[in-house]
């Protein structure tokens, strides 16, 4: 069973500008890259549970349960894809895949594909 949720932007393009504004495009690409968790489930407008996370090797910090869950965001004017574990308090805390779309409608179709 896939449950799909709608979620607001959490005004992640204007946190996005404020970095731009502050260290330009190319920085403000390599920040956005390597929070890019934090930025995709962040950024996210809408989101789909897709079922609990189970590690074959599970470390210390995925030893609770985990659930699966797929994300389209929007991080400045660009669609974004991803796939997260998020924890039973609804933090994310891992990006397993990541994928960016020219336009609404790919990213959407991505979204629903996402296994």
Same mark, same amino acid.
């Given at each position: 069973?896939?449950?799909?949720?709608?979620?607001?932007?959490?005004?992640?393009?204007?946190?996005?500008?404020?970095?731009?504004?502050?260290?330009?495009g190319i @920085?403000?690409?390599?920040?956005? #890259?390597? $929070? +890019?968790? *934090?930025?995709?489930w962040e950024?996210?407008?809408?989101? /789909?549970?897709?079922?609990?996370?189970?590690a074959e090797?599970?470390?210390?910090?995925?030893?609770?349960?985990?659930?699966?869950?797929?994300?389209?965001?929007?991080?400045?004017?660009?669609?974004?894809?991803? @796939?997260?574990?998020?924890?039973? #308090?609804? $933090? +994310?805390? *891992?990006?397993?895949?990541?994928?960016?779309?020219?336009? /609404?409608?790919?990213?959407?179709?991505?979204?629903?594909?996402?296994?």
């Amino acid at each position: 069973m896939n449950m799909s949720y709608a979620i607001s932007n959490r005004g992640c393009d204007a946190r996005v500008e404020d970095l731009r504004a502050e260290f330009g495009g190319i @920085l403000t690409e390599r920040i956005i #890259e390597a $929070e +890019a968790l *934090d930025f995709i489930w962040e950024g996210r407008i809408r989101e /789909r549970y897709l079922g609990l996370y189970v590690a074959e090797f599970a470390d210390d910090e995925m030893s609770e349960d985990v659930s699966r869950v797929a994300v389209l965001s929007s991080i400045g004017g660009r669609w974004h894809v991803g @796939l997260c574990l998020v924890d039973g #308090e609804g $933090e +994310a805390v *891992d990006l397993l895949w990541k994928r960016h779309y020219d336009s /609404r409608e790919e990213a959407e179709t991505a979204l629903e594909r996402a296994h």
